[in-house]
């Protein structure tokens, strides 16, 4: 009998719900999770499936996980609440014996940096208790660093050059919003940009480079380079690299709010103090409040921004280095994916709908036995060949090009 859990009922949870229900011989039972259970019932209300099922947990907190994982007992823990509680759920996934997947590195609350070090601190752990736990199972990362193990499997002797390219040509026809939790992507975006080169780390100033990049059926696109987690994965696991960077679509509109964003301070993520009026009208009380987390309140939820999302996201891996043939080649792999076909099928945009996908995948792959190996790991580390397989059937097909310019 195979239970997950999913922790998180935001935009990539709600997918991730949908599809595990669409595979009930894989997903015999799924519990989903979050501190707001009545959002998690809505969600079960509307896949309408007798083996889903909610409950209630604040992952900050590892007693109710602990209670939570007792009361279920799961085989896996679907993670996709925020980076912040990446290591409350490990922890929780050690004292209960349970495997553990999720979509995004570990990050403190307290300062916009993430690495894979704190996870990787529990390697030894995990494999002692003969537990799997996989990391970085969404599509950047996620899909994008199985292309690259698939490229490596299949067409290269050894891959010198890695740009992974992300691409989100939708209108959703808002004057700013975000496709994914704001408080995440806003740090994410701010923060100074980085790429390896010749074995060592590169640092940019905040969204200093970009150039065009023309993306399958959509065009060039101004494309930025910015730091992104699997390329600190990538690069220790595919050691030819010589040099690995990440580049992302940003329109005009886009950055010129962002700039305003920065420019009065509602990017910080430190506390300030706000003299606030009682609820009762009896008053003024001074509070803290996070001005990030202030601006995630008054934005446009990414949950609702489905109905009228038009256009695709287009994402993937250009490759050069040495093919099986000792000769030097090139190689893009990508997926792209409507924003309405995505809605249509679970009420989510894209960008959610490419990451719960590979996630549901990724879940699919260690519950089938394919992807079950004490420790903790990066997606990477599997084999790629079941997942792409299954990865398009379940709404991902993916593409490849041989011998193209790669514009990079
Ligand atoms: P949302 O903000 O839409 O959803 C986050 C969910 O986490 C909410 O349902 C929230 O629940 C829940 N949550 C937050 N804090 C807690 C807590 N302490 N305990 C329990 N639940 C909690 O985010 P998204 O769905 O857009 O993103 C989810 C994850 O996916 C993020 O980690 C994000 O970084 C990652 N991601 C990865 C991508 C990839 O390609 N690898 C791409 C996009 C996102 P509640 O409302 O109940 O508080």
Redesign the pocket.
């Known amino acids: 009998m195979n239970k997950v859990i999913i ?8 997918v991730c719900a949908h599809k595990c229900a669409q595979n009930p011989d894989v997903f015999h039972e799924i519990v989903i ?4 259970r009545a ?2 019932d809505a969600v079960a209300r509307a896949i309408g499936a007798p083996n889903v099922t909610t409950d209630q ?4 907190e590892i007693d109710q996980l602990v209670a939570l994982f007792n009361r279920h007992k799961p085989n896996l823990v679907i993670n ?6 990446d290591l409350t759920i490990m922890e929780a996934c050690l004292q209960c014996g349970v495997n553990y997947l ?3 590195n570990y990050e403190p609350r307290d300062e916009a940096h993430f690495e894979y070090s704190w996870q990787w601190a529990y390697r030894e752990r995990f494999e002692k208790a003969g537990l799997t736990a996989i990391l ?7 899909v994008t660093s199985i292309y690259t193990a698939y490229a490596a499997k299949h067409h290269f002797k050894e891959i010198h050059y890695l740009d992974i390219v992300d691409c989100n040509a939708g209108d959703h026809h808002k004057a700013f919003a975000t ?3 704001p408080e ?1 992507n806003i740090r994410e975006i701010t923060q100074k940009g980085l790429y390896w080169e010749d074995g060592k780390w590169v640092e940019t100033e905040p969204l200093e480079f970009h150039k065009d990049l023309t993306y399958p059926n959509i065009g060039p696109r101004d494309s930025y380079l910015l730091h992104h987690e699997e390329i600190e994965s990538l690069v220790i696991n595919y050691p030819t690299i010589k040099r690995a960077r990440f580049w992302m679509t940003f329109g005009q509109q886009y950055l010129k709010h962002l700039e305003v964003i920065q420019n009065i301070g509602m990017s910080r993520i430190d506390e300030v103090e706000y003299e606030a009026p009682l609820a009762d009208g009896t008053g003024n009380v001074r509070v803290k409040i996070v001005p990030l987390q202030f601006l995630k309140a008054v934005l446009p ?3 609702d921004l489905g109905e009228n999302y038009e256009g695709e996201t287009s994402i993937g891996c250009r490759i050069r280095g040495i093919g099986n043939d000792g000769q030097e080649h090139t190689y893009y792999i990508y997926n792209n994916c409507s924003h309405r076909a995505a809605y249509e099928e679970t009420g989510m945009q894209a ?2 709908y ?2 719960g996908v ?1 996630a549901m995948t990724g879940a699919m792959m260690f519950l089938k036995g394919l992807w079950a190996m004490p420790g903790v790991h990066n997606v990477e580390e599997f084999d790629p060949d079941p997942f792409l397989a299954e990865v398009a059937k379940q709404g991902l097909p993916w593409h490849e090009l041989h011998d193209i310019d790669l514009e990079l």
């Open positions: 922790i998180g009922c935001g935009g990539v949870g709600t999770a979050s501190r707001n959002k998690c947990v604040d992952a900050d996709l609440a925020l980076p912040y509680q999720d979509t995004a970085g199972c969404g599509f950047d990362p996620g496709n994914f939790n995440i939820n990414p949950q960008v959610s490419t990451t590979p």
